[in-house]
């Protein structure tokens, strides 16, 4: 380790140096950390208006350690628990995410669903159905030929 906390891996490769758990981050570095797409983190910043970073000079993003806290729950919720960003949202609105950040677990393989992804699934499903019928009218129309 050198004077600047840097370190060394096993590659001669010098790491980031490590912060203080209360040190503000970088859109880079809690993409790093989450392994979440800065671009991801970005429109997370326009469906949750909980999420605040810092913005300085240039636009540049400084996050808070609660708002790092609150892009895992966010994260768990959509892509562990199966939540839909509008199910965030409500748990988020309605305090539903207590003090730990923790909301009530949904069942796996039962993941939340709204009416309006449920019609739009009916949609295509009805779409699908034409698709395929068609699909075999026209091999019954090729065969004859």
């Known amino acids: 380790m050198s004077d600047d906390g840097a370190t060394e891996n096993g590659d001669g490769v010098r790491a980031r140096p490590r912060k203080a758990p209360t040190a503000f981050r970088t859109i880079s570095e809690v993409a790093d950390d989450l392994q979440i797409p800065q671009h991801?983190?970005?429109?997370?910043?326009?469906?949750?208006?909980?999420?605040?970073?810092?913005?300085?000079g240039g636009g540049r993003r400084y996050y808070r350690p609660e708002d790092i806290a609150l892009l895992r729950r966010i994260s768990d919720l959509l892509y562990t628990q199966g939540y839909t960003i509008?199910?965030?949202q409500r748990l988020l609105r309605e305090g539903g995410l207590d003090e730990a950040g923790a909301a009530p677990e949904l069942p796996l393989g039962e993941p939340e669903r709204d009416e309006e992804e449920d019609a739009a699934t009916l949609a295509l499903r009805e779409a699908l159905d034409t698709l395929e019928r068609l699909a075999h009218e026209l091999r019954a129309l090729v065969q004859r030929n």
């Open 40 to 56: 991801v983190l970005r429109f997370w910043e326009t469906k949750f208006p909980q999420l605040k970073p810092l913005k300085r």
């Open 86 to 88: 509008k199910g965030v």
